[in-house]
């Protein structure tokens, strides 16, 4: 319902009301409104503060890292610094970990699963760190991808989801979990659903049409 609707609503009801009795009705709903109006406020503020929380867990040598990692990355791969993230998840000991990684709407076309692991393609994948070769295919984990959309639900259409596609002209994506093992046939990758949750599927990993995407990520250690 648009607001012109609603309005045509809001007067219907207005007019089945005693007409003594419809200014306090009145006053009641703009009073509602403004709670409704408050809490949204609130719950952006909330958002907000914690993406500027993660960072805030990070240790000053963490920080600098990933700034570091951001800055090669966007320049290895001809992307945008601004869609880059550090995304938190835990290990199984229930410890932190923070991964820095491509968060934008659609990930990077790379090819198929089998491209992107031949031997003679592993250079298009490492960037250099304080002079450290860094693999940038270690780091996009099934828990990192969550996090991810996570991160991603304040937008109004997730990261490789139908949605998107609708909106932006790219196909509906999905994204290898390159910093997992593939098996003989299949490797695995995730995707979010017309529903919003992330389903973690397998494909051929020789299959690499427009819909298969690279999301570099590496773990901040």
């Given at each position: 319902?648009?607001?012109?609707?609603?309005?045509?609503?809001?007067?219907?009801?207005?007019?089945?009301?005693?007409?003594?009795?419809?200014?306090?009705?009145?006053?009641?709903?703009?009073?509602?409104?403004?709670?409704?109006?408050?809490?949204?406020?609130?719950?952006?503020?909330?958002?907000?503060?914690?993406?500027?929380?993660?960072?805030?867990?990070?240790?000053?040598?963490?920080?600098?890292?990933?700034?570091?990692?951001?800055?090669?990355?966007?320049?290895?791969?001809?992307?945008?610094?601004?869609?880059?993230?550090?995304?938190?998840?835990?290990?199984?000991?229930?410890?932190?970990?923070f991964t820095v990684a491509y968060t934008a709407g659609n990930g990077i076309h790379k090819g198929s699963w089998n491209n992107i692991f031949n031997k003679k393609n592993a250079q298009d994948f490492m960037?250099?760190?304080?002079?450290?070769?860094?693999?940038?295919?270690?780091?996009?984990?099934?828990?990192?991808?969550?996090?991810?959309?996570?991160?991603?639900?304040?937008?109004?259409?997730?990261?490789?989801?139908?949605?998107?596609?609708?909106?932006?002209?790219?196909?509906?994506?999905?994204?290898?979990?390159?910093?997992?093992?593939?098996?003989?046939?299949?490797?695995?990758?995730?995707?979010?659903?017309?529903?919003?949750?992330?389903?973690?599927?397998?494909?051929?990993?020789?299959?690499?049409?427009?819909?298969?995407?690279?999301?570099?990520?590496?773990?901040?250690?």
């Amino acid at each position: 319902m648009d607001a012109k609707e609603g309005l045509v609503v809001f007067e219907a009801v207005l007019n089945q009301i005693p007409r003594e009795q419809r200014g306090e009705f009145a006053s009641g709903i703009n009073g509602l409104l403004t709670e409704i109006g408050a809490a949204a406020l609130d719950g952006a503020n909330e958002v907000g503060e914690a993406s500027v929380d993660v960072m805030s867990l990070l240790t000053p040598e963490q920080q600098e890292k990933a700034s570091k990692l951001t800055s090669a990355m966007a320049e290895k791969f001809g992307v945008d610094q601004k869609d880059f993230s550090v995304l938190t998840t835990e290990t199984e000991t229930g410890e932190q970990k923070f991964t820095v990684a491509y968060t934008a709407g659609n990930g990077i076309h790379k090819g198929s699963w089998n491209n992107i692991f031949n031997k003679k393609n592993a250079q298009d994948f490492m960037i250099e760190i304080d002079g450290k070769k860094v693999d940038t295919r270690t780091g996009m984990t099934l828990d990192a991808y969550k996090a991810m959309i996570d991160k991603a639900r304040t937008t109004e259409a997730l990261p490789d989801s139908p949605q998107l596609a609708g909106e932006n002209g790219q196909p509906w994506t999905w994204t290898l979990r390159t910093g997992e093992e593939a098996d003989g046939f299949y490797a695995p990758s995730a995707f979010a659903n017309s529903d919003g949750y992330v389903d973690a599927n397998w494909n051929g990993r020789d299959r690499g049409d427009d819909g298969v995407r690279f999301r570099p990520a590496v773990v901040l250690e």
